[in-house]
């Protein structure tokens, strides 16, 4: 069952707080944590994530106390509660009493206990002591006025997204008996005449595990299928017993941005509210970039709905081989980016910088000097600023280019070695595609290829290697009345059982499209031919197509270089009242930006004339007000020109016709909902 009308988080500001962990300290300290709390503006915390063990310290024997104490503690400081389930890990004492539920690697090694999430997705002690321990949280903490949303578990797939034991194994064969009824059924999907893999009994089949040599592609897309189905299963556990007992409360699972082991439009179906835990480097000075995607891709998960940042970094992190910390300003504007793009708040991993542990670097909004700790300062500031921008929460982000973002495509074209190129990379060119969008000055939303498109002008789709029937007619007709739509290379290639669609790529888009692909012409590593676009000429590295485009389908660009020279690169077929084009190769991110500033244009949409990846343009709207937000990126002030009558809300009031945003500095500009959102440009008088 998926939820029509999510619940609602009961907070009346954006929320401000971070993951709290009062199990790491004496309790003297956290009167002192709500004290500060209080006095950075906190209203929400979640907690407890991975208490598990101090909470039930063996089979049965509960010690709630500490955190009944620690909530009310809370409660009486009048900060909310974002509840975890606190099924992140298991108890050493399950684990100890059930070997088996812990996970093995793909070469059948099992993982040991210490660290966190030592568990089979599959392992059905583990998902039955799960649904256990959230009916107990529900039932001791569901109705507590402090509580406003369900934390299920944590990051799922974080550290263990697949799992290779024999109990994953016989849960894979259900899996498969499910999705194709029987073994004939298997055999043909999985094509299992190349190389002779016919299974005669469902006990010969496994997990992909470590082969002899490359492994059956269609096999290794539905591990990957299971793999995330069953975290998902797992996830649905905890949600039923949750809907039940306390059926008032929204729940959420934090997100990890845009994933690949996790096919999160199916997730955000059971969960009321999308979450994120966003960890941009700042030792990337374009970290912002791919960041705008993620959070493109969470507010588009519940069709627009707001989404909340749920962890991110005060400074540095811990994870990484080396952990920069944030220079001054930089936490406040990558937080105002997610709430530009549709957060409800900012939060933080974590309150309190640990004293032990493997996150003891990690930085926290109080660090290790306490008050006195730049971080401290830094996020109180943050959150008076975010009372300053009450007015945005629940307002939408007003987008009008939507990307495709499907898990198929992107699990087919990374888990198996027989492609004719291993470097056509499916995330990177989603985020060069979207790069080159957000540089001509759009904030892109993300859609599944079956759509909904209806509220766009313009539907990129960077790859979709795997494209079924109704994809392609979701697609057809979008264009048909009128949509503008941009496939890029490898589109359309196979079906869903890996197929090659007859008569090849792109198989059912072809009529759309206008254009057949006679082969894939990969460029070797280092190499780079080349396109004319409009009388600039553009590299393409990596993959390039032989294409033969119909009579009915212009073409717009050619190649210029090597085998293809002459040939069709870039070609637009019109298609009732729309227009679609087609893109064979990989182009630097020039070509992208020069490609996307016709496509834009022939969508009837604005785009940049002068670019620059540091400045971000970004529009909330509610029904009276468009809350246009500027933000600064980089390390020179930049000039734009805006809106009449502007009023920046986290400035002194009415802005000129001309606005000057410093390093890292970001405005909030509210104008009267127009008919269309401000387009921000860079002004002439910028250097
Ligand atoms: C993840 C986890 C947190 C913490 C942070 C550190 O987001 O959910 O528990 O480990 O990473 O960055």
Redo the contacts with the bound molecule.
Sequence with gaps: MTDATPRRIRLDALAFGG?YNPDQWPEAVWHEDVRLMREAGVNLVSLP??SWPQLETAPGVYEWAWLDRVIDVLWAGGIRIDLATAT?TPPAWLVRAHPEMLPWDADGRRLEFGS?QAYCPSSPVWREHVARMARAMAERYGQHPAVVLWHVS??YG?HVARCWCPESAAHFRRWLQDRYGDLDGLNEAWGVNVWGQRYTAWEQVEPPRRATGPVNPTQLLDFERFGSDALLELFRIEVDVLREVTPELPVTT?F?SLFRELDYWRFAEHEDLVTD?A?PDPADPRAHVPAALNYGLMRSLKGGQPWLLL?Q?ASA???RDVNVPKAPGRMRIDSLQAVAHGSDGAMF??WRQARYG??KF?SAMLGHRGESSRTFRETAALGRELKRLAAVRGARVRSRVALVVDWDSWWATSATESLPSQRLGWLQQARDWHAALHALGHAVDTVRATGPFDRYDLVVVPNLYVTDDAQAAALEAYVAAGGTLAVGPFSGVVDRTEKVHPGGAPGPLRDLLGVEVDEPWPVPDGSAEQIELGGGRYDAPVWTEWIEARDDASVVAAFTTGVLDGRPAITRREHGSGRAWYLGAVTAPDGLVALMRRVLADAGLPARERTDPDLETVTRADEHTDYTFVLNHGARAVTVDVPDGATDLLGDGPVRAQLVVPPLGVAVLATPRGAEPPFITLSDTTE
């Design positions: 993951d994530v991975f992140a966190r944590n990051e974080d934090n990890m835990d960890y962890e970094a992190v811990s994870w991993f974590q493997q996150e990690h």
